[in-house]
C-alpha cells in the first residue's frame, strides 16, 4: 500500500505544472514602452558624443588655422594670408553642421575679425589712392550707360566707417546718407575691397565686380545689385530692400519685408528678422564670370533655400520668420 502511495506521487511529480497567469496587457505595453524609452535615451546619448566630438576636432582645425592666418597678418605676404583665410572660411562653411549656434557665431566674428585685420594689412602696404565713385543720374533709363560723375561736392558721401567690431579698422568704400539716387561703383573700385552701403533711402546700387566683403546698414526701400563677394555679406538694420548678392556666407540682422536673390555657398544665417524671403542669383552683367572666378566661388554651389534662423531652435517645424519667394513673384531681370 505504501508502495502505491509513493507510485502516485512520483507519478503527480511528472506531471507537467501549469503555465502562471500571463502579464495583463496593459502591463506588457508599459514594459515595452519603456525598453523603447531607455533605447531611445541610449542613441541620443551617443549621437550627442558623436556631435560633441565632432564640434572639439573641427573647433581645433579652425583654432590652428586661425592662428596661421594671424602669424601670416603679422609678418607674411597679404596675398599668402589672403589665400589661408579663404581657406578657413570654407572649412567654416563645409562644418556649419557640426557647430553649435553659439560656436558659429564665434567663429563667424573670428573671421570678420580677420577679415578686417586683411584689409587694414593691405591698406598700410598700399599707397593712398584716391577712388572715384561715379554716380547714376537720377531718373535714368534702364540699361543706360553713367553719364559723366558729378561733382564730388554732389556725390552721395563715400562711406568710410569701419568693419564690424573694429573701431580702429581700415577705410571702406561704398556709399551712404543717399536719397532716391541711382549709386554705381564698378570693377576697379570694387576688386577686393570691403564695401560698406548705410543709411540709403530709396536708392538703387549696382556693384559690377569682385569685392571682398558688403555690409548693408540701416537701409531702407532700396535695391542692391551686387556682384560675387569673396567672403561674407552682412546685412543689418534693413527694411523693405530687394538684395541680389552672390557670397561664401550671408547673415542678416535686425531686418524685416525684405527679398533676398542669392547665391551661397554655406547656409545663409538670419537673427532677429522677421518677413524675409529667399530665391536664387539673378543678375547678370558683361564680365560677371570674369568677376566669379576671380572671387573663387563655385557657381555650380548654391545653398540659397537653405536658412538657419537663430531665434527659431524647434526641428519639428519651419521657422515663421522667413519664406521662399513663389517663382511667379521672382524678378528675372534687373536692367
Not at 565713385?133 to 550707360?145: E, V
Not at 546698414?217 to 538694420?237: A, E, H, I, Q, W
Not at 560677371?288 to 555650380?300: A, K, Q, V, W
Request: charge should be neutral; aromatic fraction near 6%; charged fraction near 30%.
Amino acid at each position: 500500500m505504501a508502495a502505491a502511495a509513493g507510485g502516485a506521487a512520483a507519478a503527480a511529480a511528472e506531471e507537467p505544472q501549469a503555465p502562471g497567469p500571463a502579464l495583463p496587457e496593459r502591463l506588457q505595453r508599459r514594459e515595452a514602452e519603456r525598453q523603447q524609452g531607455v533605447e531611445r535615451q541610449r542613441q541620443q546619448r551617443e549621437a550627442r558624443a558623436v556631435q560633441e566630438e565632432r564640434s572639439e576636432f573641427v573647433l581645433a582645425a579652425l583654432g590652428r588655422e586661425r592662428q596661421a592666418v594671424e602669424e601670416l597678418l603679422a609678418a607674411g605676404p597679404p596675398d599668402e594670408a589672403a589665400a589661408r583665410l579663404q581657406a578657413l572660411q570654407k572649412l567654416l562653411t563645409d562644418s556649419v553642421r557640426c557647430l553649435a549656434p553659439y560656436e558659429l557665431r564665434q567663429a563667424q566674428e573670428a573671421v570678420a575679425r580677420l577679415q578686417a585685420a586683411l584689409a587694414a594689412r593691405r591698406q598700410q602696404l598700399q599707397p593712398k589712392k584716391r577712388f572715384a565713385f561715379r554716380a547714376l543720374r537720377k531718373g535714368a533709363a534702364p540699361g543706360a550707360q553713367p553719364g559723366p560723375a558729378e561733382p564730388a561736392d554732389e556725390l552721395p558721401a563715400p562711406c568710410r566707417g569701419v568693419a564690424e567690431g573694429e573701431p580702429g579698422g581700415p577705410p571702406l568704400c561704398g556709399f551712404s546718407g543717399a536719397e532716391g539716387r541711382e549709386l554705381e561703383l564698378g570693377p576697379e573700385e570694387l576688386l577686393q575691397r570691403d564695401v560698406v552701403l548705410a543709411e540709403l533711402r530709396g536708392c538703387r546700387v549696382r556693384l559690377r565686380g569682385n569685392a571682398n566683403t558688403l555690409r548693408v546698414r540701416d537701409c531702407r526701400g532700396c535695391t542692391v545689385l551686387c556682384g560675387p563677394v569673396s567672403t561674407s555679406v552682412l546685412v543689418d538694420g534693413c527694411s523693405e530692400c530687394q538684395l541680389v548678392v552672390a557670397c561664401q556666407q550671408l547673415r542678416t540682422h535686425r531686418t524685416r519685408d525684405s527679398r533676398f536673390y542669392i547665391q551661397v555657398t554655406s547656409r545663409a544665417v538670419i537673427e532677429d528678422c522677421t518677413k524675409v524671403s529667399f530665391a536664387p542669383y539673378a543678375w547678370s552683367y558683361p564680365g560677371i564670370e570674369r568677376d566669379f572666378e576671380s572671387s573663387g566661388l563655385d557657381r555650380n554651389r548654391n545653398n540659397w533655400n537653405l536658412v538657419d534662423d537663430f531665434d527659431w531652435l524647434a526641428s519639428d517645424k519651419p521657422s515663421p520668420n522667413w519664406c521662399l519667394i513663389p517663382e511667379e513673384e521672382r524678378v528675372s531681370c534687373w536692367d
